[in-house]
């Protein structure tokens, strides 16, 4: 396969949706095999890595409207994988917790998961990852500022990325 000598906007797009698209069905499958489904592995993920939070802070981080994620909430909660807790601070705020068993669980799948992602980047040699890394943050940083509608800080993907 040759690669044309200037790559147009067009061609980019094409080549970054195709990728996009074959990336994210992997992803998925590889989430399906932890036994978890797409919105519980991505509320267990975000408290294992980042510790109680706020349920609407969960539902920004993970992209699910507010209904969403008090439905992905309450189905770990009666699996025993999270809890809630109200904030000392403000009565209107309820955290959510991994319990024990919710750690263990989301570490192992999340393992399982990196595993499989690594496997994905493998015929990437780490300089080159760092170069698509870079390239993409600046691709979307570049879209983010031509859009139109401002981005949140907490939406944007890109927001704070020196590079």
Do not use: C
Not at 40 to 50: I, S
Not at 101 to 110: N, P, Q, T, V
Not at 125 to 151: D, F, H, K, N, W
């Amino acid at each position: 396969m040759s690669l044309k000598k200037s790559i147009d906007g067009a061609h980019l797009w094409l080549v970054l949706w195709k990728t996009a698209r074959a990336v994210e069905a992997y992803d998925r499958a590889s989430i399906a095999a932890t036994g978890l489904g797409l919105s519980d592995f991505a509320v267990l993920e975000v408290l294992l890595h980042k510790g109680p939070l706020p349920v609407n802070t969960i539902g920004r981080k993970v992209l699910l409207t507010s209904g969403s994620i008090t439905t992905a909430v309450d189905r770990l909660e009666a699996r025993a994988l999270v809890l809630r807790r109200a904030s000392r601070e403000d009565r209107r705020v309820t955290f959510v917790e991994l319990t024990a068993r919710g750690r263990s669980l989301i570490g192992k799948a999340f393992q399982s998961h990196a595993r499989r992602l690594d496997e994905l980047a493998q015929p990437l040699p780490a300089s080159e990852r760092r170069s698509l890394v870079r390239s993409l943050r600046a691709l979307g940083r570049r879209a983010e500022s031509l859009y139109a509608v401002p981005v949140s800080a907490e939406a944007s993907a890109f927001a704070g990325d020196a590079g």
